[in-house]
């Protein structure tokens, strides 16, 4: 069973920075497309960033110039590095892997607050 396991959320000041991280359970070139997406409190679930296996980036324009999305595939791992958060930025962050072969995956998602 494939797995992603995220870590890095948190309670940072406005302005401030986290980075996120998305390990998955099985070799990353198997996904054609990982990337990350935030469910803000009484919201939907929204795209935040994708990064595809030859490694062109889309960002939501709502963190264009703020966030990074990036991968390792030595360590089957996709990054997002969010700088000059914002209160708006929070939310339950979730980590997506999908590819035709091996079908479509969830983390359990990681809180980000963002303190005004």
């Known amino acids: 069973q494939v797995q992603l396991v995220e870590f890095g959320g948190g309670l940072v000041q406005d302005g401030g920075s986290l980075r996120l991280s998305c390990t998955a359970s099985?070799?990353?070139?198997?996904?054609?497309?990982m990337g990350w997406h935030r469910q803000p409190p009484g919201k939907q679930r929204e795209l935040v960033a994708t990064i595809t296996s030859g490694g062109v980036v889309n960002y939501a324009d709502s963190v264009k110039g703020r966030f990074t999305i990036s991968r390792d595939n030595a360590k089957n791992t996709v990054y997002l590095q969010m700088n000059r958060l914002k209160p708006d930025d929070t939310a339950v962050y979730y980590c997506n892997a999908g590819g035709a072969r091996v079908g479509n995956y969830w983390g359990q998602g990681t809180q980000v607050t963002v303190s005004s």
């Open positions: 099985i070799d990353m070139s198997s996904f054609s497309t």
